[in-house]
């Protein structure tokens, strides 16, 4: 039984509780049909899954159509919601619902949950979002298969002991305007007939689907650091080192994550990633150009394709080898394959063999020569030097190198600031202290930078009163900055100083009346009377 046959059934079963239900289709009159998403995986003769976007696509729209036909027999009045626009407020409501599902196959719950369970349980107020798209409640069914190929059927048949089968899950939940679940079904069907595919090749447009779905997760995730004019200048920088060939052929752009992790990685389609954490410790122009020609290495060279065709040929010469020596040819276990990303994607994000990291260490010093870049000999080392401590610390005596540092840390204030305050709050004081450094080096009269100076020399020396001088510099230079005012009172109250605690948290009260704190702030001054 295929996963469509699946949703036609498990549908098929609720129609009986929906024709008996006290209520009826009438309290749910008009229900949104949110696309499903079911996710079908291509596995090679050695165990390798691959996802498979075009056979995803099909099994999802289908899907979805048989949810409507199916509600519209039960009564409904079914709305398909393809989300062709993205949209956050369905992304968000998929995700509470798959939440809510994984909460119900969890062991708290019987192996069936029962319906009269179901009506206990909420995932929140929908009224807006039914209001927007004019509904009375939702439905979202989402699942997995996995389609073995014709040899991975070969080996396992040949195998002795227990045979791996084909995995498959499936759920479905209805919500209504308030958000209590009305209805919910899940199974592990069957799996349905074989599908005919090259599975020991790569399916090319498959990894291109996953790079624009993986931007798009990123984006509703809020991971994108919305940075357009330092976006226009990575851009400008990687252009210079790419042929006009290429830029034809991939969606060549830089692409900012708000991660402290000091990491790059490059999707098939072209687009680079680059971490805040790794840009926070660029100190010029040809550091960032290093960085950007590596990863431009591995995608004109196809390397997270070529990467995952390794792994299949790995996995089967190890299936086939393992069955000629009379063992289990379990191959690879799929499960470590189930994650927000496929296992080309993530083997692109983690790194690639040493190989193909040569091959674009390469490149990138080809392509840096190329484009008037200084020459490097050792493009292992150079990466080192840019991820360690000396390289925002270093001598900066040459004018060229000087200039070239403070354009560019201008660049980077927002990105830098980011960094300095999430070092900050994991207790890492050497990098906190050096981009402080970095960021009052461009405007010795930054609030921001100088509030987070005087928390960290308040967590290192409770104590003492060193804090001080950087709070006052901060007001010095805005006087009406609630943040400081805040931290002003709030530290001044801590060491006893009941007078300025009552100065700076009174005025800080008369700023930001509407503030979340601000029961806790009239608290500390009823203290300070």
């Given amino acids: 039984m295929s996963l469509r046959k699946f949703c036609i059934i498990i549908i098929a079963a609720a129609l009986a509780q929906f024709a008996t239900a006290a209520e009826g289709p009438v309290e749910m009159a008009r229900i949104g049909v949110i696309e499903a998403e079911i996710f079908l995986y291509d596995v090679s003769a050695g165990g390798v899954l691959e996802y498979r976007d075009d056979w995803s696509s099909r099994a999802s729209r289908q899907a979805s159509i048989f949810n409507s036909l199916m509600l519209a027999k039960a009564g409904y009045s079914p709305i398909i919601l393809p989300d062709a626009g993205r949209s956050r407020d369905l992304f968000r409501l998929k995700t509470k619902m798959r939440y809510h599902s994984a909460a119900f196959q969890s062991d708290f719950f019987s192996d069936n949950v029962n319906s009269e369970e179901i009506p206990m349980f909420s995932i929140g107020a929908l009224d807006s979002i039914c209001d927007r798209f004019g509904v009375d409640g939702f439905f979202f069914t989402y699942g997995y298969e996995e389609k073995f190929s014709a040899e991975r059927r ?149 390397h997270t394709a070529k990467n995952l065709l390794m792994l299949k040929e790995y996995a089967r010469a190890e299936a086939l080898g393992e069955l000629s020596a009379g063992r289990s040819a379990s191959g690879y276990s799929s499960d470590i394959m189930f994650t927000s990303l496929s296992g080309a994607l993530r083997l692109a994000v983690e790194g690639f063999r040493q190989d193909l990291e040569d091959e674009a260490d390469s490149i990138a010093m080809a392509r840096m020569a190329e484009a008037g870049y200084p020459p490097v000999e050792d493009f292992r080392q150079f990466i080192r030097t840019i991820v360690g401590l000396d390289n925002l610390v270093g001598d900066a005596n040459d004018e060229i190198d000087r200039v070239d540092r403070e354009v560019l840390n201008a660049r980077l204030k927002g990105i830098a600031l980011y960094d300095a305050a999430v070092h900050h709050a994991a207790g890492r004081h050497i990098w906190t202290e050096i981009q402080l450094d970095r960021l009052l080096s461009i405007d010795e009269c930054d609030p921001s930078a100088l509030l987070i100076r005087g928390d960290m020399e308040r967590l290192m020396s409770p104590r003492s009163t060193d804090w001080v001088k950087w709070y006052e510099k901060a007001l010095a230079c805005n006087p009406d900055d609630i943040a400081v005012l805040r931290a002003m009172g709030f530290a001044y109250h801590a060491v006893g100083d009941k007078a300025n605690a009552g100065k700076y948290l009174r005025k800080y009260s008369e700023l930001a009346g509407d503030a979340p704190d601000i029961k806790m702030v009239k608290e500390a001054l009823s203290q300070c009377e």
């Fill in 154 to 302: 070969q080996i396992l048949a040949a195998m002795d002991g227990p045979v791996p089968v084909e995995r498959t899950f499936a759920a479905s939940m209805m919500v209504d305007r308030s958000g209590r679940i009305y209805w919910y079904d899940q199974s592990t069907p069957t799996p349905g007939p074989p599908i005919e595919s090259s599975s020991e090749s790569v399916h090319i447009e498959s990894l291109m689907a996953q790079s624009r779905g993986m931007e798009w997760r990123f984006r509703h995730q809020n991971l994108l650091w919305e940075d357009r004019n330092m976006e226009e200048y990575l851009d400008e920088i990687l252009y210079k080192m790419a042929t006009p060939e290429e830029q034809k052929r991939y969606n060549l752009r830089v692409r900012i994550l708000r991660s402290n992790a000091v990491d790059a990685f490059a999707a098939p389609d072209g687009t680079i990633y680059v971490c805040t954490g790794l840009l926070a410790r660029v100190a010029s122009a040809s550091q960032i150009a290093a960085i950007l020609a590596h990863e431009l290495g591995h995608v004109i060279k196809n």
